[in-house]
């Protein structure tokens, strides 16, 4: 069985700002179950509602060094639709009223949780993964 892992910002029914969130929710739905697990990651926004909270059960947690501070990183995960889902914990980075605040803020936001995390990942899946980031390039 080949493994998928997407690495997304947003993906419904979580959190939506804009169309990445239609795709990354639902093109995970069209793989062939009997050939492919499929698995999403993505920042665990405060914004978000509270009952897809509750159904979150936790996995882990670590710390990662980002430049001169060492940042926490709690995972959770649920299952919607046969679809497991992992959700990336800190309140530093993912707290705001919204998922995108400004540009300069999102950067840094956004390198913490796809460049840091990226290398824990294995702790998730045995053998080799294939995956496609957001930005749609083979990683």
Request: charged content about 25%.
């Given at each position: 069985?080949?493994?998928?892992?997407?690495?997304?910002?947003?993906?419904?029914?979580?959190?939506?700002?804009?169309?990445?969130?239609?795709?990354?929710?639902?093109?995970?739905?069209?793989?062939?179950?009997?050939?492919?697990?499929?698995r999403?990651?993505?920042?665990?926004?405060?914004?978000?509602?509270?009952?897809?909270?509750?159904q979150?059960?936790?996995?882990?947690?670590?710390?990662?060094?980002?430049?001169?501070?060492?940042?926490?990183?709690?995972?959770?995960?649920?299952?919607?639709?046969?679809?497991?889902?992992?959700?990336?914990?800190?309140?530093?980075?993912?707290?705001?009223?919204?998922?995108y605040?400004?540009?300069?803020?999102?950067?840094?936001?956004?390198?913490?949780?796809?460049?840091?995390?990226?290398?824990?990942?294995?702790?998730?899946?045995?053998?080799?993964?294939?995956?496609?980031?957001?930005?749609?390039?083979?990683?």
């Amino acid at each position: 069985m080949k493994k998928v892992l997407f690495v997304t910002s947003e993906a419904v029914p979580f959190i939506k700002t804009g169309g990445l969130a239609d795709v990354a929710g639902s093109l995970p739905q069209y793989f062939d179950k009997s050939k492919y697990e499929v698995r999403i990651i993505l920042p665990k926004y405060v914004c978000m509602d509270e009952e897809f909270k509750k159904q979150m059960h936790f996995l882990s947690r670590f710390y990662v060094r980002l430049s001169w501070r060492s940042q926490y990183v709690g995972v959770l995960e649920t299952k919607v639709e046969g679809i497991t889902y992992y959700f990336i914990d800190n309140e530093y980075y993912f707290a705001g009223a919204k998922p995108y605040n400004n540009i300069y803020e999102d950067v840094e936001k956004f390198a913490y949780f796809q460049r840091r995390f990226w290398r824990r990942c294995r702790l998730f899946s045995s053998g080799p993964i294939s995956c496609i980031a957001t930005t749609g390039r083979p990683v």
